[in-house]
C-alpha cells in the first residue's frame, strides 16, 4: 500500500484516496468530431515511468490534487493543485 | 525406528520436567513442553508423518521450520479445525490432536499411494497434456480430490483476529544474532526500534545452543528499548515499504480453550528503515530416493538436537556439498550422535575433518520405507554405509524475500551457488545471512553499523558476502530425484521442460509446479533454476530467479480479515424511527446499506398480501411511508445554478424559488446514473435529492465535476441525507391525513403544487415539505431533523384511523411506482441506457446548453432507432406475473434477445400484472404481441406505453 501526501493533511495510507486516473486531460465541447470525443473518453497513455494523475483524499479532506507517480517505483516526484499545469520535467 | 532423546544439555527449547500428551492419527504419544510436534514426533521414534502430494511417497519430517515441506498436519477439530499446518512449526500442548494430510487412511499405509504405481504416467505437465481431451472439466474433480492438501473446517471460525499498526523508525526483521546487533545498535543510536522473532525465544539457530554471545545481545537489545515482537513472522514488503506480519497469539490445536480466543495478531509496520535480518535455508543435495523418511537437511538435525534434545536417527551420514557441513558433522558428534562419514560430492580442496570422508557421490537409497543405507559411487568404485539418517548439506540460500519484495536487485555468487542483494532495497537493508554473510564477527561488525546508519538516517555500509564457501554445480540426477518435494518435481521432471524447450524460469516453475505449494520452494527453487541453468547451457546468474510474491510463509484468512467480519463486515445503516418501526410490525430487509421496512404484514398475510394491500391502501385513501434514506445534497453558492445546470439533463437555473424539477444525471458516457428531485431553496441554495443508493457516488462526481473541471465556479456541495429523515404520506386522502395530524393549512393541495417545495414547521419542529409523488397520488415528502423522525411517525400515525391510512414499505412502493411507470436506475436502466431510451428525448432537444454526457447522446449508437426502450408490458394472460429477467425474443433460445424484464408485479388497482421492460426499438412496438422467456417457460405479451394508471396525471394534483 503506497502513501500519498495530501497538500492538506500530509502523508496518508493510499486506503484514503480514490484514484481519478490520468491528470490534464482536456475536455473537448459539443462541436468535437467522434474521433475526438471517443478519444477523450476512452483513449489513456499506460506508460511504464512517470505519470500525472488526479487523486482525491476522499476519506479525509475530500478535495481533489494533482499527483506526478513513477509507475515502476511508486515513487511520487511531485504533488501540485488542481489548477496548476504540470511542472517541467514530467 | 531411530529417534531417540539426548541428555540434557541438549534441548534448550524444552521443559523435561514437564510432560505433554497427544494424539497423533488416532494414536497417543508422550513429549516435554517445549516440544514442536516435529520434535516429539521424531523422539518417539516416528519418522513417516506424511504422504506426498501428486505420488503418495512416504515422507517424513525434513526440515525444523517454516521451510517443511512434507511434514504437513491437519490439526483440531470442528470450527477450530487448521488444516496444513507445519510440524516443525506447531507446539505441543496437553490434548493436542493431529492427523497426517494426504493419506487416508494414515501414512503407514495409503489407498492413495497407487498413484506411486503410476508415476511414469505422471510427468510434469501431465494435467496439461493428458487431460485436454475432451475437457478439462471432465477430469478435474477427481483431480482435485486427489490433489487436495488438508481439509478445512466448515463452521465459523469462533476466535478473534487483530491488525494493529505500528510506525517505528527502524524495523528489524530476524532475531538472530545479526538482527539482534542491528536492533540494539539501532535503539542505542536513538530510532524507535521493533524488532520481529519468528519464535517465541530471541537469537535465532543460536537460540538452541550455549552460546553467552548470543545471550549477550538478546539481553543489550532489552536493555536498548526495543520493543520485541515474537512468534511473528513478516510475510511481506509492500508498496512504499509497508512490512505486513503475522503473530501468532494461541497456537493451533491448544485444547481446553475457552470459547472464543485472541487467535493472531496481523502487523502493518510502516518504518523509516527496515533491515532485513532473515538469515538463509539449508540447500538439499540432489539424489535419487532423496525423499524416504530419514533423509532431512542436516540444519534440521542439528536445531532438533540442540533445542529439543533429539537425536533424529542412530547412525548418520552425511553429504555434502558446502564447508558448512564440516561444522554441522562436528557439532552432531559433540551431542553424541554418530555420524559414519561425511561424503563430498565437491571436487577439491576439502577441509580438514576427524569425521571419515569419502569423496564421491550418492548412487543410492536403500530401505524401502525408510533410510537403512547409502551406496556412494566413489573413484574406487561403489561403497555401502549402513545407516538410519542421510544428511543433506548442500550450503545456502540466503532469504532474499523481504529484500526482493521491496524492489531489491540480486546478483548470483558463482562460488557458492546463491543469489545474495545486489546492494540495498529502496528503504530496506539486509544484515547476515539473508545478505550473503556467515562469518559471525563480520556479520555482526557489519549489523551493528548498519542499524547505527539507519538510525541516524545515513547511507548504511555495503554488506561484504562471503556465501559460506564452495558449492559444486547441480547435476541432473537420474531417478526419482526430488527438487522439490512438497510438489513431487524431480530431476528428471526439470529436464523434461528443459527439452520441451521451456527457458523462462517462470515458465519453468508453471509447467513442472515447482514452489508452487504452501512452502513456496524455500528448500528448491533455487536447486530448480541450478539444474535449469545446467541443462540449458546458460550461467545460473542469466536463468534468473522467480519473483519472490507475498506471502512469505502463509498467512490465515482470519488474520486478513481481523476484526471485518460479521456485523462488521459490511456495517448497516438503520433508519432513525427504526424502533418505531419495529413495534408497529415492520418486516426488514437489507437494501444497500439500510435496513428498511419492506412491508407490515398483519396477521395471516404474507409479504405478498400484505404489500398488495398496503399499495391499495394508497391508491384508494393513504399511505405512510418512512423515504429517509432517500439520497439528500445541498448545493450552495453564487453559482449554483449554473452548476447544476451543467450536472442535469434538464434546466434548472430557472427553477423559481420554492420550485422543484425532475432531472436525470449522466456519466460522460452518455449512461443513465441516477436521478432525483432538485428543489430551489433560495437563489443561493438548492435541495437534491438523489437515489438512496446512488447519493455518496453522485456526491463524489459533483465534487471531482467542481473541483476538476470548473474550479472557477464558486459552490458547495454538503450531503445531508443522515441529517433529514423523511415521512412520506401518499394517497387521495394524504393531506385529509395531515391536516388532522395538525399540519399548516398553508401546505393543502389547493395553497402549494405538485413540484414545490414549502418550509413549514410543527409545534416549533421545522419542516421542509416537498409536494411530489413516487406512487402518482397526491404526495407529501416531509423532510425534519432526523432526531424527530419517530415523533412526527407517532404524532401523524395517530391520526390513521380518520382516514383508513395505512403504513407501507418498500415493496408496495415498488408496485406504486411501476403501476405509474416511473423507471428505477439500475433496475429499469443498464449501462447502455440514455434519456432518450427512457422517453425523454424532447428533454435534451429543449436544451441548447453543454451538460455532462451530452456529447455523448450526438454519436451515432445514440441516434440508432434500434436500441433498447424502457416500455410497459401486459401478459396476455392477466393472472400471470411476467418473471423479472424473462428474455424477449423471436422463439425459444437459442435465440438472440431483443430485450428483457426489469419490473413486474401484480397491480391490486388493475387486479392484473404490470411490467416494465427494455426493449429494442420498443416504442415503435406499442400494440405488438410477443413473447418473453423465462427457464424454459413462454409468456405471451402485449407492448404498451406506460403509465398503466392515471395518464393524465390528475392523481398527482389532490
Ligand atoms: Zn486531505
Known sequence: MMQLPCPWCGVRDESEFVCGGASHIVRPGLSA????????????????????????????????????????THQVLSVYPMAEPPPAGG | MPGYRLPAPAGQCIDRQQRVGFTFNGRAYQGYAGDTLAAALLANGVHRVARSFKLHRPRGVWGCGLEEPCALVDVGSGPRRTPNVRATLLPISEGLSVRSVNCWPG?????????????????????????????????????????????????????????????????????????????????????????????????????????AEAAGLAAAVRAAGVRILTRTTAFGVYDHALVCAHETVTADGAAQLPACVLRERLWKIRARAVIAATGAFERPVLFADNDRPGVMLASAALKFAGAYGVACGRRAVMIANSDAAYAQAARL????????????????????????????????????????????????????????????????????????QAGGRLRFLEESAMFVPDGPAPSLVSVGACAGMFGREAVLAHARAVGEALARECPAPAAAPDGCGRSAPLRPVAGKAFVDLQNDVTSADVALAAR????????????????????????????????????????????????????????????????????????????????????????????????????????????????????????????????????????????????????????????????????????????????????????????????????????????????????????????????????????????????????????????????????????????????????????????LPAERAAWLFERVWAHAAAVR????????????????????????????????????????????????????????AAQ????????????????????????????????????????????????????????KAGTRRSGERLTAYHLGRAFAAEVVMPPFIDPTGARLHG
Open chain 2, 805 to 860: 391510512g395505512s403504513l407501507y414499505g418498500i415493496e408496495a412502493l415498488q408496485i406504486l411506482r411501476t403501476e405509474k411507470g416511473y423507471l428505477h436506475i439500475g433496475t429499469d436502466t443498464d449501462g447502455t441506457t440514455q434519456p432518450q431510451d427512457v422517453g425523454f428525448a424532447r428533454g435534451v432537444a429543449r436544451k441548447a446548453a453543454d451538460f455532462v454526457g451530452r456529447r455523448s447522446l450526438l454519436r451515432p
Open chain 2, 500 to 783: 520441451e524447450n521451456y527457458r523462462s524460469v517462470e515458465h519453468l516453475k508453471r509447467y513442472t509446479t515447482t514452489g508452487m505449494g504452501t512452502d513456496q520452494g524455500k528448500t528448491s527453487n533455487l536447486n530448480a533454476l541450478l539444474l535449469m541453468a545446467q541443462l540449458t547451457g546458460q550461467p545460473a546468474a542469466a536463468v534468473g530467479t522467480t519473483r519472490f510474491r507475498p506471502p512469505f510463509a502463509p498467512v490465515s484468512f482470519g488474520a486478513l480479515a481481523g476484526r471485518r467480519v460479521g456485523a462488521l463486515y459490511r456495517p448497516l445503516r438503520r433508519l432513525p424511527a427504526h424502533a418505531w418501526h419495529e413495534s408497529h410490525g415492520a418486516q426488514f430487509e437489507i437494501f444497500g446499506d439500510w435496513v428498511r421496512p419492506v412491508a407490515y404484514p398483519q396477521a395471516g398475510e404474507d409479504l405478498n398480501a400484505a404489500a398488495q394491500r398496503e399499495a391499495l391502501a394508497v391508491r384508494r385513501q393513504a399511505g405512510l411511508f418512512d423515504g429517509s434514506p432517500l439520497g439528500k445534497l445541498e448545493v450552495y453558492g453564487p453559482d449554483a445554478a449554473e452548476f447544476l445546470d451543467l450536472m442535469y439533463v434538464g434546466t434548472l437555473s430557472n427553477l423559481g424559488i420554492g420550485q422543484a424539477r425532475y432531472g436525470l444525471l449522466l456519466n460522460e458516457n452518455g449512461t443513465l446514473v441516477d436521478d432525483g428531485i432538485v428543489a430551489r431553496l433560495s437563489a443561493r441554495r438548492f435541495w437534491v435529492n438523489t437515489t438512496t443508493a446512488g447519493v455518496e457516488r453522485t456526491a463524489a462526481a459533483f465534487e471531482e465535476w467542481l473541483q476538476c473541471e470548473y474550479p472557477h465556479l464558486r459552490v458547495l456541495i454538503t450531503p445531508v441525507t443522515a441529517r433529514w429523515a423523511n415521512l412520506t404520506v401518499a394517497g387521495p386522502r394524504a393531506w385529509d391525513w395531515l391536516a388532522a395530524a395538525g399540519l399548516d393549512g398553508a401546505l393543502a393541495p389547493g395553497r402549494t403544487r405538485h413540484m414545490s417545495l414549502t418550509d413549514s414547521a410543527l409545534d416549533g419542529v421545522p419542516l421542509r415539505v416537498l409536494r411530489a409523488s413516487f406512487s402518482g397520488e397526491l404526495g407529501y415528502e416531509i423532510n
Open chain 2, 864 to 919: 440508432d432507432p434500434e436500441r433498447l426502450q424502457l416500455v410497459g408490458l401486459l401478459g396476455v394472460d392477466p393472472t400471470q406475473v411476467l418473471p423479472v429477467g424473462a428474455h424477449i425474443a423471436p422463439g425459444p433460445a437459442p435465440a438472440v434477445s431483443e430485450g428483457h424484464v426489469t419490473s413486474s408485479y401484480r397491480s391490486p388497482e388493475l387486479g392484473r400484472g404490470v411490467a416494465l421492460a427494455l426493449l
Open chain 2, 107 to 211: 501414512p503407514e499405509f495409503d489407498v492413495g499411494a497407487v498413484s506411486g504405481w503410476l508415476a511414469p504416467l505422471l510427468p510434469a505437465g501431465f494435467y496439461y497434456k493428458t487431460f485436454m481431451w475432451p475437457s478439462w472439466r471432465a477430469f478435474e474433480p477427481t483431480i482435485r480430490r486427489m490433489a487436495g492438501f488438508g481439509r478445512i473446517g466448515t463452521e465459523p471460525d469462533p476466535d478473534h483476529y487483530e491488525e494493529i499498526a505500528l510506525q517505528p523508525d527502524v524495523l528489524v526483521v530476524g532475531a538472530g544474532i545479526a538482527g539482534l546487533a542491528a536492533a540494539a545498535a539501532a535503539a542505542r543510536a536513538g530510532a524507535r526500534t521493533v524488532l520481529l522473532g519468528a519464535s517465541a525465544r530471541l537469537g535465532g539457530q543460536c537460540a538452541w545452543q550455549e552460546d
Open chain 2, 333 to 404: 558428534r559433540a551431542h553424541g550422535i554418530e555420524v559414519a562419514a561425511l561424503v563430498d560430492v565437491r571436487p577439491g580442496p576439502h577441509p580438514p575433518t576427524e569425521v571419515p570422508r569419502l569423496l564421491g557421490e550418492v548412487h543410492a537409497v536403500h530401505g524401502a520405507r525408510a533410510v537403512a543405507g547409502v551406496s556412494v559411487r566413489t573413484g574406487a568404485g561403489l561403497r555401502h554405509l549402513a545407516c538410519d539418517l542421510l544428511l543433506s548439506s548442500g550450503g545456502f540460500a540466503p532469504a532474499v524475500h523481504l529484500h526482493s
Open chain 1, 33 to 72: 468530431s467522434d474521433a475526438e470525443w471517443g478519444s477523450y473518453l476512452f483513449f489513456r497513455d499506460n506508460p511504464k515511468g512517470p505519470l500525472r494523475e488526479r487523486w482525491r483524499h476522499a476519506y479525509g479532506c475530500g478535495q481533489w490534487f494533482n499527483l506526478m507517480r513513477d509507475t515502476l
